[in-house]
C-alpha cells in the first residue's frame, strides 16, 4: 500500500498570509507513461464531507479559488493557500489515486492565528 | 446539480448487519465509478470500496474484505454498501462519493462529489 504523509499536523496562519502543506507518498505517485501524478487534495470543513480542491496534483476543480494551488511530483507534493482566508479554516487530506487501496493523508488543520 | 444521498445507518451490535445506500441525482449514474469512504469519530479518511460503473468490477480495503459487499443499480441510479459482521472499529460515518468517468477508468480516481454521510454506530 501507498502511505501518505502529511505535515504538519496543524498550523496557524494569519489572515492574509501564506499556508503551506506538505504530502510526502512512500512511492513515487507519477505515472511515466502519461507524466501524470496521481495525486489530489480536499478540504473538509467541519461538520461537511470533504470537498476536492486539486486533482491530477496541480489542476484546480472548477469554482475553486485560485489562491488554492498545488504542485510537486514523484513523491512529494504541495497544498499553498496564497492567502489566508477566514473561510478556508479546515483540514486538508492528500490522496492518492496511482494505486488501491486509494490512501489519504493523516490531514493537516489549518486556523487561523 | 450532483446530489448524493446516504442512508442506511444506525446503531448495529458487534457481530451485526447493516446495508447502506446512497441515491444519486443530476449526472449519469451508470457512467461512473462510485466509492464507499469513511471517517471514524475525529479521525482521518479511509477508503472502503469502489465499483465500475457496470458493476462487474468492485475493489475492497483488507480491513473490510469478505465482510462487505458493494454494489450498484444503474436503472435506480443507486449505490449500495452490505456489511456483515460488524466490528467496533467499522462505526464511522460514511460517504458515497463519484469517482472516474468511465471514460477514464481507474485512471481519475478521484473524488469529485461527496454525499453528506450517514453514521454508522457499532455497539453492544
Redesign the interface.
Known amino acids: 500500500d501507498i502511505v501518505m504523509t502529511q505535515s504538519p499536523d496543524s498550523l496557524a496562519v494569519s489572515l492574509g498570509e501564506r499556508a503551506t502543506i506538505s504530502c510526502k507518498s512512500s512511492q513515487s505517485v507519477l505515472y511515466s507513461s502519461n507524466n501524470n501524478n496521481y495525486l489530489a487534495w480536499y478540504q473538509q470543513k467541519p461538520g461537511q464531507p470533504p470537498k476536492l480542491l486539486i486533482y491530477w496534483a496541480s489542476t484546480r476543480e472548477s469554482g475553486v479559488p485560485d489562491r488554492f494551488s498545488g504542485s510537486g511530483s514523484g513523491t512529494d507534493f504541495t497544498l499553498t493557500i496564497s492567502s489566508l482566508q477566514a473561510e478556508d479554516v479546515a483540514v486538508y487530506y492528500c490522496q492518492q489515486y496511482y494505486s488501491t487501496p486509494l490512501t489519504f493523508g493523516g490531514g493537516t488543520k489549518v486556523e487561523i492565528k | 446539480q450532483v446530489q448524493l444521498v446516504e442512508s442506511g445507518g444506525g446503531l448495529v451490535k458487534p457481530g451485526g448487519s447493516l446495508r447502506l445506500s446512497c441515491a444519486a441525482s443530476g449526472f449519469t449514474f451508470s457512467d461512473y465509478f462510485m466509492?464507499w469512504i469513511r471517517q471514524a469519530p475525529g479521525k482521518?479518511?479511509?477508503?472502503v470500496s469502489?465499483i465500475s460503473s457496470s458493476g462487474t468490477t468492485t475493489?475492497y480495503?483488507?480491513s473490510v474484505k469478505g465482510r462487505f459487499t458493494i454494489s450498484r443499480d444503474n436503472g435506480k441510479n443507486s449505490l449500495y454498501l452490505q456489511m456483515n459482521s460488524l466490528r467496533a472499529e467499522d462505526t464511522a460515518v460514511y460517504?458515497c462519493a463519484r469517482s472516474a468517468p468511465t471514460s477514464c477508468g481507474?485512471?481519475?480516481?478521484?473524488?469529485?462529489?461527496?454525499?453528506?454521510?450517514t453514521l454508522v454506530t457499532v455497539s453492544s
Open positions: 466509492t482521518g479518511l479511509e477508503w469502489y475493489y480495503a483488507d460517504y481507474g485512471d481519475c480516481s478521484w473524488l469529485s462529489y461527496w454525499g453528506q454521510g
